[in-house]
T-cell receptor, first 114, second 114 residues
Framework: DAGVTQSPTHLIKTRGQHVTLRCSPISGHKSVSWYQQVLGQGPQFIFQYYEKEERGRGNFPDRFSARQFPNYSSELNVNALLLGDSALYLC?????????????FGPGTRLTVL | AQSVTQLGSHVSVSEGALVLLRCNYSSSVPPYLFWYVQYPNQGLQLLLKYTSAATLVKGINGFEAEFKKSETSFHLTKPSAHMSDAAEYFCAVTRGSGYSTLTFGKGTMLLVSP
């Protein structure tokens, strides 16, 4: 079975631009979470979606937004990019939203903002 | 709120030596605890998890961890290091009931020398 897939693998943008990152969860998984991992740090929670509804949001500005589609895939959008948005963006899927459920991580999208 | 402290950003061991990676957590409610491993340019892979069953948890690749409530610790160990264990290791905590997201530590890079 395919794991969590993310696209693109790498992305280079300039300050002020907009970016869209995509995630396809494991088949049957209904929950998708997004994390930002800055170099040298642990991942930080951005959003969780379950059954196409936002169920949680981390401490990120409104420039960050996301959505989940009927097929449970998800997009993360970041507007007005800043240099500090350069990071590895990880998507994780799980069958349900509850905390006991293991989250499976994708390989990530490496975003570089110049 | 939950938090995780990983002592030591880098740990160096020789091949065949004991691996000990330290994790202390803070949680106002009973936690679930996880150890993830990240190889270069890859996403996170779950090594093991504690979800209030046995306090000694065995994971993949010969790793295990012991939950000690009195010490608020969840240290990761492996009796004999292998070169392939070289990677970054993250401890994470979540609330042990209902909906909750993962809070990660800053990570510990394990270096294995021949």
């Amino acid at each position: 079975d395919a794991g969590v897939t993310q696209s693109p693998t790498h992305l280079i943008k300039t300050r002020g631009q907009h970016v869209t990152l995509r995630c396809s969860p494991i088949s049957g998984h209904k929950s998708v979470s997004w994390y930002q991992q800055v170099l040298g740090q642990g991942p930080q929670f951005i959003f969780q979606y379950y059954e196409k509804e936002e169920r949680g949001r981390g401490n990120f500005p409104d420039r960050f937004s996301a959505r989940q589609f009927p097929n449970y895939s998800s997009e993360l959008n970041v507007n007005a990019l800043l240099l500090g948005d350069s990071a590895l963006y990880l998507c994780a899927s799980s069958f349900v939203q509850e905390s006991y459920n293991e989250q499976f991580f994708g390989p990530g999208t490496r975003l570089t903002v110049l | 709120a939950q938090s995780v402290t990983q002592l030591g950003s880098h740990v160096s061991v020789s091949e065949g030596a004991l691996v000990l990676l330290r994790c202390n957590y803070s949680s106002s409610v009973p936690p679930y605890l996880f150890w993830y491993v990240q190889y270069p340019n890859q996403g996170l892979q779950l090594l093991l998890k504690y979800t209030s069953a046995a306090t000694l948890v065995k994971g993949i690749n010969g790793f295990e961890a012991e939950f000690k409530k009195s010490e608020t610790s969840f240290h990761l160990t492996k009796p004999s290091a292998h070169m392939s264990d070289a990677a970054e290791y993250f401890c994470a905590v979540t609330r042990g009931s209902g909906y909750s997201t993962l809070t990660f530590g800053k990570g510990t890079m394990l270096l294995v020398s021949p």
